[in-house]
């Protein structure tokens, strides 16, 4: 069996490529409960997110990777390894317009490389909200937070901070999803 949370992100994953509208952070405001995970400085020493998915179930991690897709009204999201390139980030003439879909990879390495991450409430159920506060596809960030492995070994990061650390230019020719 898949946890819902794998589920949400293979759909993601699948229907995503080339398809802006599939994969993006609502024009709206994040839930206010969401803005006071924002942390004001870095969190420190980050693990990549292959290696804090090999190293399993930990109480404390900081995990560093980039957007590549947003789940529309939850506080949702894949992280992706810094080590696999957005399209377009290493071959300038690739003129992808959808960079954040990692749709010039194959789907074996999308799913190698890329981590779920979810906001929780008190209850322990994702967060809904309109928007994540302040981070966009393809946003660099770190995550502190809690790393969870099911028992069918899908693994997720539960969130308790998030630090943008870097907003790529991107060429005038991509155009955010609005």
């Given at each position: 069996?898949?946890?819902?949370?794998s589920?949400?992100?293979?759909?993601?994953?699948?229907?995503?490529?080339?398809?802006?509208a599939?994969?993006?952070?609502p024009?709206?405001?994040?839930?206010?409960?969401?803005?006071?995970l924002?942390?004001?400085?870095d969190?420190?020493?980050?693990?990549?997110?292959?290696?804090?998915?090999?190293?399993?179930?930990?109480?404390?991690?900081?995990?560093?990777?980039?957007?590549?897709?947003?789940?529309?009204?939850?506080?949702?999201?894949?992280?992706?390894?810094?080590?696999?390139?957005y399209?377009?980030?290493?071959?300038?003439?690739?003129?992808?317009?959808?960079?954040?879909?990692?749709?010039?990879e194959?789907?074996?390495?999308?799913?190698?490389?890329?981590?779920?991450?979810e906001?929780?409430?008190?209850?322990?159920?994702?967060f809904a909200t309109?928007?994540?506060?302040?981070?966009?596809?393809?946003?660099?960030?770190?995550?502190?937070?809690?790393?969870?492995?099911?028992?069918y070994?899908?693994?997720?990061?539960?969130?308790?901070?998030?630090?943008?650390v870097?907003?790529?230019?991107?060429?005038?020719?991509v155009?955010?999803?609005?």
């Amino acid at each position: 069996m898949i946890r819902s949370s794998s589920v949400s992100f293979l759909c993601l994953v699948l229907a995503a490529c080339g398809d802006p509208a599939a994969s993006h952070a609502p024009a709206a405001k994040a839930n206010p409960e969401l803005q006071k995970l924002v942390l004001a400085t870095d969190p420190g020493e980050a693990a990549g997110v292959v290696d804090a998915k090999v190293a399993g179930a930990k109480d404390r991690v900081v995990v560093l990777g980039r957007i590549g897709s947003i789940t529309p009204g939850r506080a949702q999201f894949t992280m992706m390894d810094i080590e696999m390139p957005y399209c377009g980030e290493t071959n300038l003439e690739d003129k992808c317009p959808t960079p954040w879909d990692y749709c010039c990879e194959g789907k074996d390495r999308i799913t190698r490389n890329s981590l779920v991450v979810e906001v929780h409430d008190a209850a322990g159920k994702t967060f809904a909200t309109p928007a994540l506060p302040d981070l966009r596809l393809v946003d660099k960030v770190k995550v502190t937070g809690k790393v969870t492995k099911d028992e069918y070994g899908n693994v997720l990061l539960i969130a308790t901070g998030l630090f943008r650390v870097e907003r790529p230019k991107l060429p005038d020719y991509v155009k955010w999803p609005q």
